[in-house]
Each structure stands twice: as C-alpha cells, then as structure tokens.
C-alpha cells in the first residue's frame, strides 16, 4: 500500500477526492426489487386458482402416466346431471353428433386433435358409452379418459 504525502493534499484519507467529490456509490440496493417480487408473488398466487375453469366433474383415480400434449385438446365433459360440455359450452344430446362432425372436418389427417374426456364418478357407464359411441362415429379415436391420481399407492 502506499500513501500520499504531498504537502498539498488535506483530506486526510477521509474519502474524498479531487475536486471535494464523494466517490460513487458501488452498493446496489436490492430492497425494492425484493418489494416487488414479493408482491408479485402474492398477485400470482391469488390469481393462480382463479384461472382454471371447467365443468365441475368428481373425477375417478387411476395410477396411469400423464400424456405429452403439443396443441390444446377439445374437452368434452359429462356432469354428475349427465350434462354434456364441449370446451365448456352445453350441447343437447341431439345436437352431440353434429359438433363432433363438425371437429372431425376441421382436423387434418396427419395431425388428430386429441380429445380429452371426463366423466363423474356419478355418471352411469351407458352415458359415458354413448358419448364414446358418437367420438368413435365421427371419427375420433384420439381419446383420452381424465382420472385423479390416485392416492392410494402400492
């Protein structure tokens, strides 16, 4: 180390330098980064579950893997009523057959669109049936049946 003895020099090594300046700050103060990002997280985390929409359907368990999905998949669900729903939107049982011709024709042979099924728990297995029934008639068999994972492991 070395040090200064010019007879000129007063600052006496208390941090100043030429001209009677400060030297800049090299500290970042992080602390309202950290405000933010708490508050974001918060934002996040009380937005999360307000997201996720669909029919209300008690799903059955199964300890099956989840699938790898590129596009989103048409949902088709059957309430405990017995209630039909593609992508959230009530369809009568007349009118099930003409919208699923209608997803048949607007998807390409080489890439099927993939359905996604649920079913309560309190349907019977004849309405389920039916509605496989319908898929299979219009074509299609890229179906897929939601369960809950199960909790219960051997």
């Known amino acids: 180390m070395a040090m200064n003895t010019s007879s000129g020099s007063s600052s006496g090594g208390r941090g100043r330098r030429r001209g009677g300046r400060r030297a800049p700050m090299a500290d970042i103060n992080v602390t309202p980064f950290v405000d933010v990002m708490l508050v974001l997280l918060i934002i ?90 319908e898929l299979n008639r219009a074509g299609l068999n890229s179906v897929s049946l939601v369960t809950t994972g199960s909790s219960n492991e051997t």
Not at 74 to 89: C, K, P, Q, S
Not at 108 to 128: E, N, V
Request: charged share 25%; hydrophobic share 45%.
């Open 44 to 133: 996040f985390m009380v937005t999360a579950p307000l997201l996720v929409t669909g029919v209300p359907v008690e799903l059955p368990e199964s300890r099956a893997n989840a699938l790898d999905q590129q596009d989103e998949p048409i949902e088709i669900a059957i309430d405990r009523d017995g209630v039909t729903f593609i992508d959230g939107t009530v369809v009568a049982p007349a009118d099930l057959p003409a919208r699923l011709d209608e997803i048949a024709a607007a998807e390409t042979p080489d890439k099927p669109r993939q359905i996604m099924l649920r079913g309560d728990t309190a349907i019977s297995y004849g309405q389920m049936m039916r509605v496989m029934g």
